[in-house]
């Protein structure tokens, strides 16, 4: 199999790979996520600029791709064109990481695929798509690590649903209300007391 050198993702990834290994928990993370891609087919096999040799496994979520390299105990997960996010390469946390690491051990959320494609400028063979399930679990997961910060569009909400918030104040006087009643208790507290006193 011809290889090719992933430039651009094996700087991001030696960058990070640094950072990622120095704290205890992530280590041992890593190493349980290690177990669970040795599990699966290798998508691409390659060696960086300082030969250092490293693997790729490909995850196939609708228009977006998870990409988890390993070089022997460090792991970095890369996705493309991440939903609610402008840039086209992503650099996951953990998180998703662990997320990710989750859901290999249940074929039931992912369908391998014997196909070629290229993603950026690698030729990925074979790779994993994920089926409903696993699309569930991981939307979860991408909203969680790339929350949705649009506000809501009304446009299709009923008018009788939509109040301003004008009314939804004056609807819910509570503490207003619960204010008026201490004071109301507190003069008639004061004007027996003062009736106490003149007798």
């Known amino acids: 199999m011809k290889t090719k050198t992933f430039p651009f993702l094996i700087i991001l990834f030696f960058s990070f790979s640094g950072l990622i290994a120095q704290s205890t928990d992530s280590?041992?993370?890593?190493?349980?996520?290690?177990?669970?891609?040795?599990?699966?087919t290798v998508s691409f096999s390659g060696n960086a600029q300082n030969c250092i040799p490293?693997?790729?496994?490909?995850?196939?979520?609708?228009?977006s791709w998870l990409i988890v390299m390993k070089e022997s105990d460090n792991?970095?997960?890369f996705v493309t064109k991440p939903p609610r996010s402008e840039e086209k390469l992503y650099v996951a946390s953990d998180f998703l990481l662990d997320g990710l690491s989750k859901i290999?051990?249940?074929p039931t959320?992912?369908?391998r695929k014997n196909r070629r494609r290229v993603?950026?400028?690698?030729e990925i063979y074979p790779f994993y798509k994920l089926k409903r399930r696993g699309k569930q679990v991981m939307k979860g997961l991408l909203l969680?690590?790339?929350?949705?910060e649009k506000e809501p569009s009304t446009f299709f909400l009923f008018?009788?649903?939509m109040k301003k918030k004008d009314e939804v104040k004056d609807k819910a006087p509570l503490k207003r209300d619960f204010e008026e009643s201490i004071q109301k208790a507190k003069d008639k507290v004061s004007a027996e007391a003062a009736e106490v006193l003149e007798q």
């Open 144 to 148: 969680l690590e790339l929350p949705d």
């Open 104 to 106: 290999i051990p249940n």
């Open 27 to 40: 280590t041992s993370l890593k190493q349980d996520v290690i177990s669970k891609l040795e599990t699966l």
């Open 119 to 122: 993603v950026n400028d690698i």
């Open 75 to 77: 792991l970095a997960l």
């Open 54 to 63: 490293y693997d790729v496994y490909a995850f196939k979520y609708k228009r």
């Open 159 to 161: 008018k009788p649903f």
């Open 109 to 111: 959320y992912y369908k």
